[in-house]
């Protein structure tokens, strides 16, 4: 079975460090997807990219955070300098928009602590 | 007002039970997502759909898209059902999902 990968799966560090997470979505989807995930907020969308131009960043704290797509097969989302704030689980997800009737494929996530 | 309202919050059943988690939005969709989380664990999608009904297995999803609502349904509930159930929206023109706070499912032996 297809799936989009998360790396790392737990990441915890101190505030003030750079924060990077990685996602390597199904070959052949054309979307990708970042969410956030935290107790007090539920599921957030914070980016997305179709054909890895971004479409929608308005949900991410454009100081701090960065999402790039540098080719199809890989997308990051980038924390500096990150902040206890911060800590939550981070999903990707990715989709095609050439499947029509299609959901998005979530990966396990990546569950940040920052102290 | 969140876009997307879910109910209940909680719900605990005996096995066997039937369910039914609700789910109102207020924005015009091209989509609504029923999403699966397992404590810890990652999300599946359960359900996509824009009209009518679908069914897998035990489980069965509903719209109706004058009335802004889906139903999600799982006949004979069991003990590995227990999870949080997500529902979520496309907006029209996006791909976007806007998702409810879910709704934590205990299901007892």
């Known amino acids: 079975d297809a799936r989009v990968t998360q790396t790392p799966r737990h990441k915890v560090t101190e505030m003030g460090q750079e924060v990077t997470m990685r996602c390597q979505p199904i070959?052949?989807?054309?979307?990708v997807f970042w969410y956030r995930q935290t107790m007090m907020q539920g599921l957030e969308l914070l980016a997305y990219?179709?054909?890895?131009?971004?479409?929608?960043d308005s949900g991410m704290p454009k100081d701090r955070f960065s999402a790039e797509m540098p080719d199809a097969t890989l997308a990051t989302l980038k924390i500096q300098p990150s902040e206890p704030r911060d800590s939550a689980v981070y999903f990707c997800?990715?989709?095609?928009?050439?499947?029509?009737?299609?959901?998005?494929?979530f990966g396990d996530g990546t569950r940040l602590s920052i102290l | 007002k969140n876009e997307v309202e879910q109910s209940p919050q909680n719900l605990t059943a005996q096995e066997g039970e039937f369910i039914t988690i609700n789910c109102s939005y207020s924005?015009?969709?091209?989509?609504l997502h029923w999403l699966q989380q397992h404590p810890g664990g990652g999300i599946v999608s359960l359900f996509m759909?824009?009209?009518g009904k679908k069914k897998h297995g035990r489980l069965i999803a509903t719209i109706n898209i004058q009335e802004k609502h889906s139903s999600l349904h799982i006949t004979a509930s069991h003990p590995r059902d227990s999870a949080v159930y997500i529902c979520?929206?496309?907006?029209?023109?996006?791909?976007?999902?806007?998702f409810g706070t879910g709704t934590r499912l205990q299901v007892f032996p």
């Open positions: 997800a990715s989709g095609s928009t050439r499947q029509g009737d299609q959901p998005q494929h």
């Open positions: 070959l052949g989807h054309n979307t």
């Open positions: 990219f179709r054909n890895r131009a971004p479409l929608d």
């Open positions: 924005v015009g969709i091209s989509a």
């Open positions: 759909l824009s009209s």
């Open positions: 979520a929206v496309s907006p029209h023109n996006t791909d976007k999902l806007i």
